[in-house]
């Protein structure tokens, strides 16, 4: 009994000191400015594998030029066609006016061509990693081993293929929501871009870190979790990679990069969840059931 008396406060003050370095962690959290930025270097920090792997990061090139080349095809067949797609959706104009008919059908062209440019836009990292899908494995396990302290297992093909189906239809949703956004009056010219820049960046970090979280047997619903505790993280790196699939050739060049930028971002959100757990360890009162338990 005296013993424990003895104790006591010693416990208390290990306690209060813990609480107190939990309490600086907390006020030490980076802002919101410099989580985006830190997600943003995460892709420029993909680039040093060029340095150790060139190999494996240049056949990681090959899968999004021939998607970009798909693309690039599709847009080009509908662009030559326009004119009948145009006429075939919108049969009522044959009776009008010519000016009131080709006016109708030119605005039926241009909604057309916007709405098959932001499903690409949406959809282009999914196709890309399916198709590409051996490539960026050897990509990702060259930058989980060089990182160390992981064992990469197989991954399913059949499951990854079925995740990324329901992301391809995540982005028709979030291409939907960006149209409807760019249609809004006035303010639709800023807000439609916007909405596209962080819809797809949130989309392509979650297409990108899909592989690593699955190594890890981690779900869909734990993998949510963890990217939800930092958002402006992923979205940082998401849209950073966006924008540079934006420049003519970016995506080829960038893709591979991305790939490695993803496995960082992996782990920092694992390793942050590792230590919020570990300061929830340390707050919790200790000693109580032994001192419960004492007679």
Same mark, same amino acid.
């Given at each position: 009994m005296a013993r424990d008396r003895a104790s006591a406060p010693r416990q208390r003050d290990r306690r209060d000191r813990r609480d107190r370095r939990v309490e600086r962690q907390g006020?030490? *959290?980076? &802002?919101? /400015?410099?989580?985006?930025l830190g997600g943003a270097r995460l892709l420029w920090r993909g680039?040093?594998?060029?340095?150790?792997?060139?190999?494996?990061?240049?056949?990681?090139?090959?899968?999004?030029?021939?998607?970009?080349? +798909?693309?690039?095809?599709?847009?080009?067949?509908?662009?030559?066609?326009?004119? %009948?797609?145009?006429?075939?959706?919108?049969?009522?104009?044959?009776a009008w006016g010519e000016a009131e008919r080709e006016f109708v059908r030119g605005a039926a062209g241009a909604i057309v061509v916007v709405g098959v440019l932001v499903l690409a836009f949406y959809t282009f990292t999914t196709l890309t990693l399916i198709v590409g899908d051996p490539f960026y494995e050897r990509i990702w396990r060259r930058a989980e081993t060089?990182? %160390?302290?992981?064992?990469?297992?197989?991954v399913g093909f059949w499951r990854s293929v079925g995740?990324? /189906?329901?992301? /391809?239809?995540?982005?028709?949703?979030?291409?939907?929501?960006?149209?409807?956004? %760019?249609l809004v009056p006035v303010v639709g010219s800023v807000l439609g871009p916007v909405t596209g820049a962080l819809l797809g960046g949130h989309?392509?970090? *979650?297409?990108?870190?899909?592989?690593?979280?699955?190594? *890890?047997?981690? *779900? &869909?619903?734990?993998?949510?979790?963890l990217l939800r505790g930092s958002r402006a993280r992923e979205l940082g790196f998401? +849209?950073?990679?966006?924008?540079?699939?934006? +420049?003519?050739? &970016?995506?080829i060049v960038v893709m591979p990069a991305a790939v490695v930028g993803s496995t960082l971002l992996a782990r920092e959100l694992l390793g942050r969840a590792a230590a919020r757990d570990a300061a929830t360890m340390t707050t919790q009162p200790e000693g109580g059931a032994a001192s419960g338990a004492s007679p």
């Open positions: 006020r030490s *959290r980076p &802002g919101v /400015v410099a989580e985006l680039f040093g594998l060029w340095r150790t792997r060139p190999g494996v990061m240049a056949l990681g090139m090959v899968p999004a030029a021939i998607v970009l080349a +798909v693309v690039v095809l599709a847009v080009s067949l509908l662009a030559a066609n326009l004119s %009948g797609i145009a006429a075939w959706l919108t049969p009522f104009a044959d060089d990182l %160390g302290d992981f064992e990469p297992a197989p995740e990324s /189906v329901l992301l /391809v239809l995540r982005a028709v949703g979030y291409g939907l929501l960006t149209f409807a956004a %760019g989309l392509l970090a *979650r297409e990108l870190t899909q592989r690593p979280f699955q190594a *890890r047997g981690l *779900r &869909g619903d734990a993998r949510r979790r998401g +849209v950073m990679t966006q924008l540079c699939f934006l +420049v003519p050739g &970016g995506a």
